[in-house]
């Protein structure tokens, strides 16, 4: 698993207008080449009577699934430069569709690059871009006399508090990045006094929304 990658937030449209042209761009989050393709059929369902649905996505921690398709544009300039938006902005798990309606003007085929270059561009922006951080739950049992000062120095750490548990001892679970939580365990270990319990939980990601 990653320790961080950045995603499109989920699903989004944005239509801008291009020499008469509208270019309306939808955003999903993907994680799988059937989700990719599910989104892409609906989206071309959806705007049967466009002149072109294109598409392009990419998959896998490693984007070892890329595809584009320029839905009968020509060659190379609408597929493609959808696909090299995705790879600049470092996306990954990511399918966009591209569905023009031709306003009666040609582009030529820089035009047509930069269009769809744009529309991408524009909605992965519109729909919002989240990284996501792998990160581990732990687990710190304490007394209740230490409850106070462990809260208030974990809500001021870089840590995150994710839920206490009012139990026989008091149960604090954290969020840590994972190539932190060796360093989670000396600094609570110190804050404690060693009057601790301390153990590792689940993984999991958490998501925010950057800006690239």
Same mark, same amino acid.
């Given at each position: 698993? @990653?320790?961080?990658?950045?995603?499109?937030?989920?699903?989004? *449209?944005?239509?801008?207008?291009? #020499?008469?042209?509208?270019?309306?761009?939808?955003?999903?989050?993907?994680?799988?080449?059937?989700?990719?393709?599910?989104?892409? #059929?609906?989206?071309?369902? #959806?705007? $049967?009577?466009?002149?072109?649905?294109?598409?392009?996505?990419?998959?896998?921690? $490693?984007?070892?699934?890329?595809? +584009?398709?320029?839905?009968? *544009?020509?060659?190379?300039? +609408?597929?493609?430069?959808?696909?090299?938006? &995705?790879?600049?902005?470092?996306?990954?798990?990511? /399918?966009?569709? /591209?569905?023009?309606?031709?306003?009666?003007?040609?582009?030529?085929?820089?035009?047509?690059?930069?269009?769809?270059?744009?529309?991408?561009?524009?909605?992965?922006? +519109?729909?919002?871009?989240? *990284?996501?951080? &792998?990160?581990?739950?732990?687990?710190?049992?304490?007394?209740?006399?230490?409850?106070?000062? /462990?809260?208030?120095?974990?809500?001021?750490?870089?840590?995150?508090?994710?839920?206490? $548990?009012? @139990?026989?001892?008091?149960?604090?679970? +954290?969020?840590?990045?994972?190539?932190?939580?060796?360093?989670?365990?000396?600094?609570?270990?110190?804050?404690?006094?060693?009057?601790?319990?301390?153990?590792?939980?689940? /993984?999991?990601?958490?998501?925010? #929304?950057?800006?690239?």
């Amino acid at each position: 698993m @990653l320790s961080h990658y950045y995603t499109v937030k989920g699903y989004g *449209e944005h239509e801008i207008i291009i #020499q008469k042209s509208r270019f309306i761009c939808y955003t999903q989050r993907a994680t799988t080449e059937e989700e990719a393709i599910s989104f892409i #059929q609906k989206i071309k369902k #959806q705007h $049967h009577d466009a002149n072109h649905n294109c598409s392009a996505y990419l998959i896998g921690e $490693h984007n070892s699934i890329q595809k +584009a398709n320029d839905d009968g *544009e020509p060659t190379g300039t +609408a597929g493609v430069p959808m696909l090299e938006v &995705l790879k600049k902005k470092n996306l990954k798990d990511t /399918v966009v569709v /591209v569905t023009r309606y031709f306003g009666g003007i040609k582009l030529g085929g820089g035009g047509l690059i930069r269009a769809y270059g744009k529309s991408v561009s524009e909605g992965l922006q +519109a729909a919002g871009i989240v *990284e996501r951080k &792998l990160m581990r739950v732990m687990h710190t049992k304490i007394d209740y006399t230490w409850l106070g000062k /462990v809260e208030n120095e974990l809500r001021s750490s870089t840590y995150l508090l994710k839920e206490i $548990h009012y @139990l026989n001892d008091v149960e604090v679970e +954290a969020y840590v990045e994972e190539e932190k939580k060796h360093a989670f365990f000396e600094w609570m270990t110190e804050l404690t006094n060693g009057k601790s319990e301390i153990s590792e939980g689940d /993984v999991t990601y958490l998501e925010e #929304q950057v800006e690239i």
